[in-house]
């Protein structure tokens, strides 16, 4: 009885990760959805196959959609899928409308931050509202992180 009230140990499914979306843009909010696949894409996400490097979502016609996102092949396939395909996001329509709200407010976009596998096994893709940074502020980024660097060393030595 008390073996099946206890929970299993979550296995960590692979995971696409956009990197370079932290850098350039600004993060305002964040927002969890479905993403329609064949059965090729999934099995070839489930080998670490994807690509999120410019990637970007747009909302056309009430529907939104992952552009520019890259799955591998499938090696072991038969038929596969066209590896750049634009691929429909699953959001209820009150999501959508609350995230086009957004955009609309100019230098805003919606980019994909990470495609992974949720509790049930689906398909999923974290999606942020983002504003473009300037050079100016990466600039500014790349050297406040320098400088954290620079004193956690400094300040090793009289740790121990």
């Known amino acids: ?20 979306a932290f850098f350039n843009y600004e ?3 964040k927002v969890e959805a479905g993403i329609a ?3 090729t894409e999934v ?18 016609d009430g529907e939104c959609w992952l552009i520019g996102s890259k799955i591998e092949p499938y090696e072991k396939a038969a038929v596969n899928h066209p590896p750049s ?7 209820h329509r009150r999501q959508i409308k609350k995230l086009e ?12 931050l990470r495609i992974y596998f949720g509790e049930r096994g689906f398909a999923k893709v974290e999606l942020a509202v983002g504003r473009g940074r300037r050079q ?9 992180r320098e400088q954290k660097r620079d004193i956690d060393r400094s300040m090793k030595k009289f740790r121990r």
């Open 85 to 91: 395909r634009n691929r429909k996001l699953l959001l």
């Open 136 to 144: 100016y502020d990466k600039r500014d980024k790349i050297t406040k």
């Open 27 to 29: 993060i305002l909010e």
């Open 43 to 60: 099995k070839s996400l489930r080998e670490g196959g994807g690509n999120l490097d410019g990637a970007y979502a747009r909302i056309s």
């Open 1 to 20: 009885m008390a073996k099946d009230s206890q929970k299993k140990p979550a296995k960590q499914s692979p995971q696409t990760t956009n990197k370079k």
């Open 101 to 112: 709200s957004k955009l609309e407010q100019g230098g805003c976009t919606l980019v994909p």
């Open 37 to 39: 696949l064949v059965g």
